[in-house]
Structure formats: structure tokens, C-alpha cells
């Protein structure tokens, strides 16, 4: 079968719960990583964080996490005055651990996205989004 | 044992002597007022598929004058590397001799003098025999059209792009992919490609609200040529509604999507491909980086930025191939494909001299037939100009000159921003300025000259903004256009900084004086990509300006310090 995403969404079977962090503004991206992360090592592989590299409508950017054997992904936006995006947790039953959604971003920044891997390790990626004001292609 | 990479690089030095070969013949023949269209058209047929590339051609169905870029900078990892390379540098490196015909075609200098030996280039009329010829050799040869196609002249907007899709139908295409096509709007984009006879190609063309592939676009498509199985894929421009008015588009995304290229090879392959080619508007920096990122393509056809390379660029086991713009030139690369993958090729960058290469009789007509109902119009004499009027180059050219000054006068502005578009023939001086050459360089969906204020600190973030999309130092990060003419105003740029110091000494040139943040200054442009920009078409301001001068003067810019380079 070969499902595109409009026909899943259609269907209604995203089996994956997405929580907003209620974390105060004044919460750095490091200490939000170190609280994610609980101060562990990350690694480059194991994540996958797919952006545009430059934005069409900083309003709304569509972005998508996937990680194999991960329990949860939480995505920053480390330029937004509120960094949190959102934290993906996977339950047992998930038939894949990605998602994707779409976020706003205030200016040019690094989005970084954390995995918490199967095994306990923790993975980390990160891409620069540019949102210009926009001009003249030739 | 030889490996693949060995027969590419020997192929590639073969393709080297080959192309330089080429080109030094026809330059010492044209010493000898002997150029012919048999020596143009030379190839010895290799391997079993020809590959024939044209791109960026911008509506120019007629022979015009092309000035190629005097300053062409590369940052980062393509600081001097081709296509970054130009004038009597570019020659060297390619073992092209003064006043050839290659000078002429491929470089900057003695434009004008060369020019009057040499004769326009291009016409569609020209490329026509250039195409006939190659099939008369490789019958089942493709051809594949980067873009901006649908674009760039008087009667390609009086027809919304008819008469380019009338003629590039003649030509008989197989595959296409997009940008400046985008500008006549979803709807019309939607009516022509609905009614091609060939394939609307783009991978990365999105749906805007679902976020997936759009309908109306296929990714690539499958061709049996010479026993092979080809996948063509399309990679349309990435940041059209960046750089464009995404208002125009709305139902559509694009971006570069390499992870999306990389699963499209990787489908192809396991479809049986065994050539896989890229039909890319990506830009050549853009094009080189991708070639290392995804693996798997054999070939990319690379348009958008308007570089013509003698050679193909070597990146892994991928060739780049840039076939330049307005219809000077046409790529042919012929291929040997054994046992399912690349074994070799032979390229030939075919120059369109227009007095050397006799037009199709058929194609001639149908260009004909096009500009039949417009030809008052665009023969109409406006003035004369006593320099030299071009457009390419990073900072500014006498065009876009001409035009600011326009838009400082018949606006009565301060300040005039003109976009750095890379498309726009060149004038002679001495020649009539025509109707048609003020739409070549002007023409457009959303021409409004608008007129407004600008603080001094937004004027410093856009410049900061336009200049970050030609030189940050990732090429995933450029738009492909050159930097945004400015008049009434110098300024400072350092090319090696990051975004937000690059542009200082911003100067008003009538008084001399620093530019004030805080200050409001009247600034004039074109081409925004804001709705309900308001003005009258920049093309009326221009020719306002033409008709009241009598003959324009172009004098040197200097207003711009460029550091770093």
C-alpha cells in the first residue's frame, strides 16, 4: 500500500502524541537541553531533521523529525523568544518514530532537534532556517 | 581492473582535449574569417545516448548582443572556482586565445569591439539547426529545457508566454523544469503544462498546504534512448516564492528537498534507471554542492545562474553541465552507458553565432508568426545610447544605471533600487534603443515602479538581506541572483563578513553625506514581490526616460567599494 501523508492525515492515523512543553520563557536552550538530556553526551547520528534551509513564510515552516527506536524528540527553536516547540513521545505501539509539523520562527536561527534513543543514548540535529525579508531572483 | 572513477577521469581528459580542441580550432579558423557551421557543429558521436541542454533562454526568440559578467564573485568553498572565474582568467584556464570567437562568446572584455566582428548570438531560429543536426546524428537524442523559458520579452508577456511555448514546441522538448514560469501565475502555469507535449518535471515541487509532491508536476520521468533506460528528474527553481512573489503561486512550495532527490534517484535505480539524469534551475553553486549530497545522479544539467562552462565540472562521479543563457549557447553531451551505469562522455558548449549558423526555415516562421501582430511596437526607436548597455556582473551594470536613473527621475526619489536579475540582453553603443530591448531587460508580471520611504536602517537590512542570498558562504543558502542595483546611494560591501556587516559607508551620493537610520529617505524601485505594489510599469518610466534624453550617456559606477574579494 502506498499511503501518501494527505490520506493518513485524512484517515486520522498519526499514532503519535505531541506535547507542547509549558516551560517558562526564561528557560535557556541549554538548560532546556541539559534538562532533556540529563547532561548526557550527543551523538550526530540516529536523527533526522529536515527544514528548508531557507524559509518561505517564517509564520509557518514545516519541519520533520525521524529517529528509529526513539521514546521522544523534542524540537527547539533556539531563536524564538520562546525556544520550545514541542516534545514527540513515542509510545510502544508507534509504528515509527517521526514526525512533523510546522513552526513559527521569529528570525534567522538554528532549529536543533534531541532524540532519546532506545537504548538510553541521546542524539542531537540541528539546521540553520533563514527567514528573509525576500527580493529579486535572477 | 579500471574503476568507474578512472573512466570518468580519463573520459574527462579526453572531454578536456576534446572541448579545448574544439574551441581553439574555431579560433584560429575565425582569425581567418573561416568560422562555418560545420565546424560549430563538429562532434564525433560517442557512446550510445546524446544528451541535448538548453536553459535560461528568457523569451529571446531573435539573435541579441550578451555581455558574460566582468565580476562574478565566489565565496566559501567556490572562492575561484569556475564559474567564479572571468575575463582573461576564464581564457587561460581554458586555453582560449584573445579576440577568438570563444572570447567573444564566454567573456567580458572588448565586448563591443568583438561584438561588431562577431555578430549577435543566439535566436531560436539557430538552435533549431543545431537541434536538427545533432538528431540527424543521434535520432533519439533528448532535449531537455532548464527554465525560465516562459519569460523575459515584449511578446512573451503581451501572450502570457504563448509565443515561447508555440516555438519551444517546434523544437519538440521531452522534459522541462521551472522558475520565472511561475510569475504568470498558478492558473496559467496550470493551463499551459495541462497542455504540453512533453514532460512538466520537479521533484521538489510541493503542495503548499499538504506539504507533498504536487499533483501537476511529475518528479521525473522514464525515456528509452539508444537501449538505455534514462530517468530524468526535474529540480525547478528552489526559492521561487522567495525571490518571486509567492502571492502568484500560493498553492505551491518548493525548496531544494535533497533528502526528497536522494529517495527519487534511489526509486529510479530500483526502477531500473541506468542513467540517471538532473534537469536543475538549482543554480551552479547550488547544483555542485547537491552533486556531493546526493549520490546517484550520473548527470546534472544545471541552469538558473547563467554561467556557460566549456567543460563539465567533475563532482564525485557526477558531471555538471552549464549551458549559459538567452539562447547563446546549446550543450550537447553525448553519453557511453554500459551494464547500467556511466561509463564515459564527450561534451561539446555549441556557441549560437547567428551570422555562422543558418536559421531553420520552419522555426523562423513560427518566431515570425509570434512577433507579427507586435512588430510596431517593438521596433519602435525610443533613443540611442552612446556607451555600452549591460546588465550581469555582481554590482551593477550600465543597464540597470540607466535604469535607476530613470527611477530617480521620473519618480523623483532619493534613492532607486533595481533588482539584480541576471537576465537582459546588451546595447551597442551607437545602436538604437528599441521598445523591445527596454522589455528585455525590464518585462515582467509585477513591473510597478513603486515610490516610498524607507528609514536609513531599513534600507542598510535590506541591502544586508540581498547581499547575504548572493555571498553566505553555503550555497544551500543563495538565491542565484546578483546583488540589488542601487542609485543615489554608494556603499561599502565586505564580501567575507556575515550577515549584518557585510554593507557599511552607506553614502547619499547628491550630498555626500553619511545615510541617517534614523532619517526617512524617498526611495524608488521595482519588482517588488509584495502584493498591491503600487506604480506605473518601470518599462513607461524607463522609456519616459529614454524618449526625454535623446541619447543616454552612460558614465562609470564607482559608487560601489567591494572588499574582500
Redo the contacts between chains.
Keep these: 500500500m502506498n499511503l501518501t501523508r494527505r490520506e493518513t492525515l485524512a484517515a486520522g492515523g498519526a499514532a503519535l502524541l505531541a506535547t507542547v512543553l509549558p516551560m517558562p520563557s526564561f528557560a535557556s536552550v541549554e538548560d532546556l537541553v541539559a534538562e532533556f538530556t540529563g547532561g548526557a553526551e550527543m551523538k550526530s547520528e540516529g536523527l533526522e531533521l529536515i527544514a528548508p534551509e531557507i524559509a518561505e513564510n517564517g509564520n509557518t515552516v514545516p519541519i520533520e523529525v525521524s529517529a528509529p527506536g526513539a521514546t521522544s524528540i523534542m524540537v527547539l527553536a533556539t531563536g524564538n523568544p520562546t525556544p520550545p516547540v514541542a516534545t514527540f513521545n513515542f509510545g510502544p505501539l508507534a509504528a515509527d518514530q517521526a514526525a512533523s509539523t510546522r513552526i513559527r520562527l521569529a528570525k534567522t536561527q538554528e532549529v536543533v532537534a534531541i532524540a532519546k534513543l532506545g537504548d538510553g543514548s541521546f542524539a542531537r540535529a540541528a539546521q540553520t532556517v533563514k527567514v528573509t525579508i525576500g527580493g529579486c531572483g535572477g | 581492473m579500471i574503476s568507474r572513477r578512472d573512466f570518468l577521469q580519463v573520459s574527462m581528459a579526453a572531454s578536456a582535449l576534446y572541448g579545448a580542441s574544439g574551441f581553439g580550432q574555431w579560433s584560429r579558423l575565425a582569425a581567418q574569417q573561416a568560422l562555418t557551421q560545420d565546424q560549430l557543429l563538429q562532434f564525433d558521436d560517442f557512446g550510445n545516448v546524446s544528451l541535448i541542454h538548453v536553459t535560461d533562454i528568457h523569451a529571446q526568440l531573435k539573435p541579441v548582443y550578451f555581455r558574460e559578467p566582468e565580476i562574478n564573485f565566489g565565496v566559501g568553498e567556490n572562492k575561484g572556482d569556475v564559474p567564479h572565474i572571468t575575463g582573461a582568467d576564464f581564457r587561460r584556464l581554458y586555453g582560449i586565445e584573445d579576440n577568438s570567437p570563444s572570447h567573444y562568446a564566454l567573456t567580458y572584455d572588448d565586448f563591443t569591439a568583438l561584438a561588431k566582428g562577431y555578430g549577435r548570438m543566439g535566436g531560436l531560429d539557430r538552435v533549431a539547426t543545431v537541434i536538427n543536426s545533432i538528431r540527424a546524428a543521434r535520432p533519439d537524442a533528448l532535449l531537455l529545457d532548464g527554465g525560465d523559458t516562459w519569460h523575459g520579452s515584449y511578446t512573451c508577456h503581451h501572450t502570457a508566454g504563448q509565443d515561447m511555448v508555440n516555438v519551444m514546441n517546434a523544437l519538440k522538448p521531452d522534459a522541462m523544469t521551472f522558475?520565472w514560469e511561475f510569475t504568470l501565475g498558478q492558473e496559467r502555469v496550470r493551463e499551459i503544462v495541462g497542455g504540453l507535449p512533453f514532460a512538466a518535471l520537479g521533484q521538489n515541487i510541493f503542495?503548499?498546504e499538504?506539504?507533498?509532491p504536487a499533483e501537476d508536476f511529475a518528479p521525473y520521468k522514464f525515456f528509452e534512448r539508444g537501449g538505455v533506460k534514462i530517468a530524468v528528474i526535474g529540480q525547478a527553481?528552489?526559492?521561487?516564492?522567495?525571490?518571486?512573489p509567492?502571492w502568484m503561486f500560493p498553492d505551491y512550495?518548493?525548496?531544494?528537498r535533497d533528502?526528497h532527490m536522494q529517495t527519487m534517484v534511489d526509486e529510479v535505480r530500483g526502477q531500473g534507471a541506468e542513467l540517471v539524469v538532473c534537469l536543475s534551475h538549482n543554480g551552479f553553486d547550488v547544483d555542485k554542492k547537491m552533486a556531493g549530497v546526493v549520490t546517484g545522479i550520473d548527470v546534472i544539467l544545471s541552469g538558473?545562474?547563467?554561467d556557460a562552462l566549456p567543460e563539465p565540472v567533475l563532482v564525485g562521479e557526477t558531471i555538471v553541465v552549464a549551458s549559459g543563457s538567452n539562447g547563446k549557447f546549446v550543450s550537447r553531451v553525448d553519453l557511453d552507458v554500459r551494464d547500467g551505469r556511466m561509463m564515459g562522455f564527450r561534451h561539446k558548449l555549441i556557441p549560437i553565432f547567428s551570422d555562422v549558423i543558418a536559421p531553420d526555415r520552419q522555426v523562423a516562421a513560427v518566431i515570425e508568426e509570434q512577433r507579427a501582430p507586435y512588430i510596431e511596437q517593438l521596433s519602435e526607436v525610443i533613443g540611442q545610447s552612446d556607451g555600452l548597455l549591460f546588465r550581469r556582473g555582481n554590482f551593477n551594470g550600465t543597464w540597470d544605471d540607466l535604469i535607476c536613473n530613470a527611477l530617480l527621475s521620473e519618480r523623483e526619489a532619493e534613492i532607486a533600487l533595481s533588482?539584480?536579475?541576471?537576465?537582459g540582453p546588451s546595447v551597442l553603443p551607437g545602436q538604437a534603443i528599441t521598445r523591445e530591448d527596454i522589455w528585455n531587460v525590464t518585462s515582467m508580471s509585477y513591473p510597478e515602479a513603486y515610490r516610498t520611504e524607507m528609514t536609513g536602517e531599513f534600507l542598510h537590512?535590506?541591502m544586508e538581506?540581498?547581499a547575504?542570498?548572493i555571498f553566505?558562504p553555503?550555497p544551500?543558502?543563495q538565491?542565484?541572483?546578483?546583488m540589488?542595483r542601487v542609485g543615489g546611494m554608494g556603499y561599502r560591501i565586505d564580501i567575507t563578513k556575515p550577515?549584518g556587516e557585510r554593507i557599511s559607508e552607506m553614502t547619499l551620493l547628491s550630498t555626500g553625506e553619511p545615510i541617517d537610520p534614523s532619517r526617512n529617505y524617498v526611495v524608488a524601485g521595482w519588482?517588488s514581490?509584495n502584493e498591491g505594489t503600487e506604480g506605473p510599469p518601470i518599462w513607461d518610466v524607463v522609456e519616459r526616460h529614454i524618449r526625454s534624453a535623446g541619447t543616454v550617456t552612460v558614465t562609470p559606477n564607482t559608487s560601489v567599494e567591494v572588499v574582500g574579494a
Design positions: 522558475h503542495d503548499a499538504w506539504d507533498e527553481f528552489p526559492y521561487m516564492p522567495i525571490a518571486n509567492g512550495s518548493f525548496g531544494i533528502e538558473h545562474t547563467h533588482p539584480g536579475v541576471r537576465w537590512v535590506v538581506d540581498v547575504d542570498n553566505n553555503d544551500y543558502y538565491q542565484g541572483g546578483d540589488v550577515q519588482a514581490v
